[in-house]
């Protein structure tokens, strides 16, 4: 029992770097986490994040970025029943521009948690960005639903609500996603 302790508290010291803005020094104590517990999923998470974070910008081509996609992909596999892992694997991409793949992981997030507001928040988001402007409303309402603060978060949807009411008037269609279909 003594040894869970000591990882956990490797862990949580590792986790307040990354708080702390101590990103290099969080990756390497990350690092070494993994060095001695190859499956610690928490520590495959957080590394990802602080390898992301150190970029600022994340690109795709980036090998940080491609090390944190594979550690998401990786500690979801380990994993299956942790929305964590999918939920940071959507945020990963979403920041590197791949929204459809983005818009699968929060889907799947979602099914193996349902109550995950940001979840929602980032797939209203992604629509609205898409241009998909009546499921952005639909999901930003679920997310309010779950999390009445997240309405800050959310100034975009007045003016989504306004282009969806100019182009019922216009009868234009509604979600790009029908011009696919």
């Known amino acids: 029992m003594p040894l869970l302790r000591r990882k956990d508290k490797e862990y949580e010291r590792a986790a307040q770097l990354l708080v702390d803005g101590e990103i290099s020094k969080a990756i390497d ?6 060095s001695n517990t190859p499956n610690h999923v928490n520590a495959m998470v957080s590394l990802a994040v602080a390898l992301l974070e150190r970029q600022g910008a994340p690109s795709r081509s980036s090998d940080e970025t491609k090390e944190a996609l594979e550690l998401l992909r990786r500690a979801a596999e380990m994993s299956p029943d942790n929305p964590v892992p999918v939920f ?14 983005a818009l699968a992981s929060f889907h799947r997030a979602l099914e193996i948690e349902k109550r995950q507001p940001l979840a929602l928040l980032h797939i209203a988001e992604i629509n609205y960005q898409l241009g998909n402007l009546e499921t952005a409303i639909e999901y930003a309402r679920k997310a ?35 011009d696919r279909d």
Do not use: S
């Open 29 to 34: 104590a990350f690092r070494e986490i993994l």
């Open 88 to 101: 940071n694997l959507g945020v990963c991409q979403r920041r590197i521009g791949m929204l459809q793949d």
């Open 144 to 178: 309010l639903i779950r999390d009445p603060a997240l309405e800050d978060a959310m100034d975009w949807v007045r003016d989504a609500v306004r282009q969806l009411k100019q182009n019922k008037e216009k009868g234009t269609r509604i979600d790009k996603k029908q």
